[in-house]
């Protein structure tokens, strides 16, 4: 069982910043493969990064590549993304996700363990 809970988002201005982490408790977050998906009002819920181990390999979705990174500690069992040069259309809700496999997956139904949710609000 892992416990996920992100931390990080806020309202920002279209260019700016955010760094969202995700706090994972429970057994052996080393060995979870990780993703970030987002979900806007309205739309389905959207992949946006994944990384996994021991090898943290990373995948983006177009949209966020050069712009956004994947990383995470698992001394600290967190998972960050850092989000660059934001845009209005990144507003939504942004998870974490754990899946029991060295890879991520683009596919949210892959994903054992969810968190809560954190809002990031980029305005123009």
């Known amino acids: 069982q892992v416990q996920l809970v992100e931390s990080g988002g806020g309202l920002v201005q279209a260019g700016g910043s955010l760094r969202l982490s995700c706090a994972a408790s429970?057994?052996?977050?080393?060995?979870?493969?990780m993703g970030w998906f987002r979900q806007a009002p309205g739309k389905e819920r959207e992949f946006v990064a994944h990384i996994g181990w021991p090898a943290v390999t990373t995948v983006y979705t177009d949209s966020v590549k050069g712009r956004f990174t994947i990383s995470r500690d698992n001394v600290k069992d967190t998972m960050y993304l850092q989000m660059n040069n934001l845009k209005p259309e990144d507003t939504a809700v942004y998870y974490c996700?754990?899946?029991?496999?060295?890879?991520?997956?683009?596919?949210?139904?892959?994903?054992?363990?969810w968190g809560q949710g954190t809002q990031v609000t980029v305005s123009s």
């Open positions: 429970g057994r052996s977050f080393g060995r979870y493969a």
């Open positions: 996700a754990a899946k029991n496999a060295v890879f991520g997956s683009r596919r949210y139904q892959e994903y054992n363990y």
